[in-house]
């Protein structure tokens, strides 16, 4: 059981880093009183629930240089719009950690997540092969977002990933990713620092 789960979560990190198409599916988590999993916003319709953000995020919130990137105010609120500005903010500072080649905020803002930690181990490996992509090629779109009883959120997002290309050091660029999309479902609760990306899990 937790090696299919460890499978599932290098096939997702595959595909949100330009590797091998993952294939078969992830079981959602169990809730439990000690890691958090993902459950659904009960009140929203696709038309009210639904919100967006690009890839393009601003420099002062962008991560690299070993510094940790700066939270938006809108994604420090303790409620479920704050949960979902910090998922939208959280998901393109992972597409800003492979722009960056610099893991520093995704370990930041995350605990206990294997997914994090495995995107964080990419970008490391980029730093230390002199690679980077040539822009953060990740834009999204909240789907859903419910509380959960021990007080986070369940929140589902469909990342869409755009076409980009590794860069090597000296200016050589690989071939081109190919663009794709991937539906992702976080477990993210409040900590004593603020909201923490938990878990995540792909589910199509």
Known sequence: MQSTRGAAILAAVAVLTGGLAACGDDSEPQESTTTASPIDRS??????????????????????????AKLPEEAQAKTKEGAIAFNEWYLTQVGESLKT?????????????????????????????????????YSLQVQSAKARTDSGY?????????????????????????PSSITLVTNTKQSAEGWRIHEVVRTK
Do not use: M, W
């Open 43 to 68: 009140t929203d319709s696709p038309s009210s629930s639904e919100s967006s953000s690009s890839s393009g995020s601003e420099t002062s919130s962008a991560s690299g240089e070993g510094k940790v």
């Open 101 to 137: 080649a610099d893991s520093t905020t995704v370990r930041a803002y995350s605990s206990d997540c294997a997914f994090c930690d495995e995107i964080a181990k990419t970008a490391d490996q980029f730093a230390k092969d002199g690679i980077t992509a040539d822009k953060n090629p």
């Open 154 to 178: 369940r929140v589902e997002v469909l990342l869409n990933i755009s076409e980009y290309r590794k860069v090597a050091s000296d200016g050589r660029r690989g071939p081109a990713v190919k």
